[in-house]
């Protein structure tokens, strides 16, 4: 397993922009897909998007946040990043990272380690 430690969350104004960070540690960093899920309060925790293990591949994204969100990861900095654009208050939620070997997948009990979550907090 590796260790995640997510930053960069906050308040924003809607139609405002995040970028959150995730670090990871530990071995193989290369060899995992990445994925961030939120949770609201009150709601299950839903998937918003993935990236695979290599750099330069395509990443899948939830309907809810197509255009305006873009995950990405710098494989020599272990990080995976979540770019958030033309925020609004539905995306408030805890917004956690997550890792699994190999492949990409939209279900989160398909991932084995998460980071604690970061909050983020979008006002109208």
């Known amino acids: 397993q590796v260790q995640l430690v997510e930053s960069g969350g906050g308040l924003v104004q809607a139609g405002g922009s995040l970028r959150l960070s995730c670090a990871v540690s530990?071995?193989?960093?290369?060899?995992?897909?990445m994925a961030w899920f939120r949770q609201a309060p009150g709601k299950e925790r839903e998937f918003v998007a993935a990236k695979a293990p290599i750099s330069w591949s395509s990443a899948a994204c939830a309907d809810s946040v197509k255009g305006r969100f873009t995950i990405s990861r710098d494989n020599a900095k272990n990080t995976v990043y979540l770019q958030m654009n033309s925020l609004n208050p539905e995306d408030t939620a805890v917004y956690y990272c997550?890792?699994?070997?190999?492949?990409?997948?939209?279900?989160?009990?398909?991932?084995?380690?998460w980071g604690q979550g970061t909050q983020v907090t979008v006002s109208s």
């Open positions: 997550a890792a699994r070997r190999y492949g990409t997948s939209r279900n989160d009990q398909e991932y084995d380690s």
């Open positions: 530990g071995r193989a960093f290369s060899i995992y897909a």
